[in-house]
């Protein structure tokens, strides 16, 4: 069983940048995969970027890539996302999501991760 929280969503110019964190509790964090998700309004959630257990390797969107960045702290359990040259498209419910040993293809897919956050709100303003 894996808890997952996110923080530091809000609002921001368009290309501007925040970053949102997320903290996991529960079984040993290196044996988790962890990705961030997001679902715009009328949309279907969408795969933005994860991360493998063991911090090796990142996967981005195309959408996302060269402006985003994953990144894990095994110490504190936490991951990272830093969002920079945000867009308003960028606009949408963040999620947090934790699944265990998932690997490359499968990283993408959202039905393959089991635990998932509350999600936190970024806006991007034109």
């Known amino acids: 069983q894996v808890q997952v929280v996110e923080s530091g969503g809000g609002l921001v110019q368009a290309g501007g940048s925040l970053r949102v964190s997320c903290a996991a509790s529960?079984?040993?964090?290196?044996?988790?995969?962890m990705g961030w998700f997001r679902q715009a309004p009328g949309k279907e959630r969408e795969f933005v970027a994860a991360v493998s257990w063991s911090g090796g390797t990142t996967y981005y969107a195309d959408s996302v890539k060269g402006r985003f960045t994953m990144s894990r702290d095994n110490a504190k359990k936490t991951v990272y996302l830093q969002m920079n040259s945000l867009k308003p498209e960028d606009t949408a419910v963040y999620y947090c999501?934790?699944?265990?040993?998932?690997?490359?293809?499968?990283?993408?897919?959202?039905?393959?991760?089991?635990?998932w956050g509350q999600g936190t709100q970024v806006t991007v303003s034109s």
């Open positions: 999501a934790a699944g265990i040993y998932i690997g490359s293809p499968s990283i993408v897919r959202a039905n393959r991760y089991d635990y």
């Open positions: 529960g079984r040993s964090f290196s044996t988790v995969t």
